[in-house]
């Protein structure tokens, strides 16, 4: 794993207000590199659990005919996740507290992404 690739979901994660984990999965759901600042959040089973979801949301953007698909979020009373679709079939998630700020979170993902494209 290129230590550019860590630095860049650890920042993920350090950049969101109550940031909890950050991944990036490919698509079977299995973390290709992740970053968990404190105990207690099992970033495996979040990519485990999501995976399927993003794959059908995937596949009903395609349905729709909306264009690429951008983001996948879910909140609720004690945390939120938000996942980014990356190209080739990967996804970039950040999973964060209940008071957490979704527009920041999905801007740190944007920001993410970027760098992750100069990698």
């Known amino acids: 794993m290129p230590a550019d690739l860590a ?6 994660v350090q950049a ?5 984990g950050a991944l990036l999965m ?3 759901g299995v973390p290709i590199v992740q970053a968990v600042p404190g105990a207690g959040v099992d970033v495996e089973a979040v ?3 999501y995976a399927g979801l993003l794959r ?3 596949g009903l953007v395609d349905e729709l005919q909306w264009g690429a698909p951008k983001s996948f979020s879910v909140r609720g009373v004690s945390g939120q996740v938000v996942f ?3 190209p080739e079939d990967l996804f970039l998630g950040v999973e964060a507290g209940p ?7 999905r801007y ?5 992404l970027a760098q992750l494209g100069d990698l």
């Open 99 to 105: 008071i957490g700020l979704r527009g920041q979170m």
């Open 47 to 49: 990519a485990a659990e």
């Open 26 to 28: 490919g698509e079977d």
């Open 108 to 112: 740190a993902l944007g920001r993410t």
């Open 56 to 58: 059908q949301a995937r």
């Open 16 to 20: 969101v207000r109550q940031g909890r």
């Open 84 to 86: 980014a679709f990356a």
């Open 7 to 12: 630095k860049a979901v650890t920042d993920l």
